[in-house]
């Protein structure tokens, strides 16, 4: 399967404890975005690696949020001190730029806190 | 006022019907304009781009109108399986295609 991953697909967790979620994109894809979807609504967009580099952090992402993409290919999520407000499905996606604009998603990472 | 506004639906169809859903986004200076598709508890994907000259695939037709900022798609003699969620999605201007997605318009069809 050459498409998105995203490990784990479930994650149930108790509140204040740390979780990490890990996305690997389609290999050739340099451009790689984190969303956030609650029930009802739509992606709401978090962060933004163009290779390496964090280019943008959406406003949503508080200090206990952080993400990475060492070397330019899979990107980790963590959050830290997890809040019950937290509970979402976060769906990782990634594009081939400036060429194709069509963003391909993974299938989520399902974070349930308690 | 959201960046990009749907009726949430839902949509409750007969089979064979055609059903529209409008969408409209509040930034004039969006450039790229998409409907996506996602079924229950699945990954948004790409159903098609929206052009300026309007477009059509197959039973699908996506339409724009910039002066209004407003975006339309069109089903036409609905299938069981079109039973989704359809995610209006605009471009945020900047130097790289962030997406911003709206709500989401909810269609059930039933025989």
């Known amino acids: 399967d050459t498409g998105v991953s995203q490990d784990p697909r479930h994650k149930i967790t108790k509140r204040g404890q740390n979780v990490t979620f890990r996305c690997d994109p389609i290999?050739?894809?340099?451009?790689l975005y984190w969303y956030r979807q609650t029930l009802g609504q739509g992606p709401e967009f978090l962060t933004y690696?163009?290779?390496?580099?964090?280019?943008?952090k959406s406003r949503l992402l508080s200090d206990r949020f952080s993400a990475e993409r060492p070397k330019g290919s899979f990107s980790t999520l963590e959050i830290q001190r997890t809040e019950q407000g937290d509970s979402a499905m976060y769906l990782c996606?990634?594009?081939?730029?400036?060429?194709?604009?069509?963003?391909?998603f993974g299938s989520g990472t399902q974070l349930s806190v308690l | 006022r959201k960046e990009v506004e749907q009726d949430p639906g839902p949509f409750n169809v007969p089979e064979g019907a055609t059903v529209a859903f409008n969408c409209t986004y509040s930034?004039?200076?969006?450039?790229?304009f998409f409907w996506y598709r996602q079924d229950c508890r699945k990954e948004p994907k790409l159903l098609m781009s929206?052009?300026?000259s309007g477009n059509e695939d197959g039973r699908f037709t996506a339409q724009l109108n910039r002066a209004s900022q407003y975006i339309s798609l069109l089903i036409r003699d609905s299938k069981l399986s079109d039973s989704a969620t359809y995610l209006c999605?605009?471009?945020?201007?900047?130097?790289?295609?962030?997406?911003?997605f709206g709500a989401g318009t909810r269609l059930a069809v039933h025989p």
């Open positions: 996606a990634s594009s081939l730029a400036p060429e194709n604009e069509k963003l391909f």
């Open positions: 290999s050739e894809h340099n451009r």
């Open positions: 690696f163009q290779n390496e580099a964090q280019l943008e």
């Open positions: 930034n004039s200076a969006s450039q790229s």
């Open positions: 929206v052009y300026s």
């Open positions: 999605v605009v471009n945020k201007p900047g130097g790289y295609n962030k997406l911003i």
